[in-house]
């Protein structure tokens, strides 16, 4: 049984730059939300994808932009990168309407913004 | 506006001490999630434990468990006989349920358990 995915693992960009994310999740789950943990914080919420649509956002600029495909894997793009976006990026897939809230992560992509 | 302290911030404990860590919540609903996880240095998050608002049904699961209690809105982690390999960064997170959740998460600033042989 395959576990959530994610690429790359590692990411160096530049201020202003873009960075593209990408996320398969778990078999059988069809639900994916990315969450950005800064060092020494826990994770915050950026925003989910079901039926490949954001149906849900937490406080996170435009700049934060994502898409889920056909296939449910999911992408997080971040244009007009600052140094403060430096982060491990998580996704975390669930299944919708099973009757269960779990999220399962992946090892989540570690960006640095230089 | 959902909330989840975790007031240690590390702890650290020689091999085979028992150890707890701490998690208060706060929500406004009355149906919700409650979870831990713990993060290695490769820094997935593993899934550890859901309690759901209505199950205050203590458990045990092998060294692990856990003590809900809805009364002080907490949500304590036990290792028993902990091991180097618990070492780790643990995070309790809530999720609340219906209306326009749809099962974000929520999570403490996590606590650093560091384990000594």
């Known amino acids: 049984d395959a576990g959530v995915t994610q690429s790359p693992t590692h990411l160096i960009k530049t201020r202003g730059q873009q960075v593209t994310l990408r996320c398969s999740p778990k078999s059988g789950h069809d639900t994916v939300s990315w969450y950005q943990q800064a060092l020494g914080q826990g994770p915050q919420f950026i925003f989910q994808?079901?039926?490949?649509?954001?149906?849900q956002r937490g406080n996170f600029p435009d700049r934060f932009s994502g898409h889920q495909f056909p296939n449910y894997s999911s992408e997080l793009n971040v244009n007009a990168l600052l140094l403060g976006d430096s982060a491990l990026y998580l996704c975390?897939?669930?299944?919708?309407?099973?009757?269960?809230?779990?999220?399962?992560f992946g090892p989540g992509t570690r960006l640095t913004v230089l | 506006a959902q909330k989840v302290t975790q007031a240690q911030t590390e702890i650290s404990v020689v091999e085979k001490e028992d150890v707890t860590l701490d998690c208060v919540y706060e929500?406004?609903?009355?149906?919700?999630?409650l979870f831990w996880y713990k993060q290695p240095p490769s820094g997935e998050l593993v899934f550890l434990i859901r309690?759901?608002?209505?199950?205050?049904q203590n458990e045990i699961s092998g060294r692990y468990s856990w003590n809900f209690q809805k009364s002080t809105s907490s949500f304590n982690f036990t290792i028993t006989a902990s091991q180097v390999v618990d070492s780790a960064v643990y995070f309790c997170a809530l999720s609340e349920d219906g209306g326009t959740s749809y099962g974000k998460l929520t999570f403490g600033q996590g606590t650093i358990l560091t384990v000594h042989p």
């Open positions: 929500t406004r609903d009355t149906t919700y999630y």
């Open positions: 975390a897939s669930r299944l919708t309407g099973a009757g269960t809230d779990t999220q399962y």
């Open positions: 309690r759901n608002s209505f199950d205050e």
């Open positions: 994808y079901y039926e490949e649509e954001e149906r």
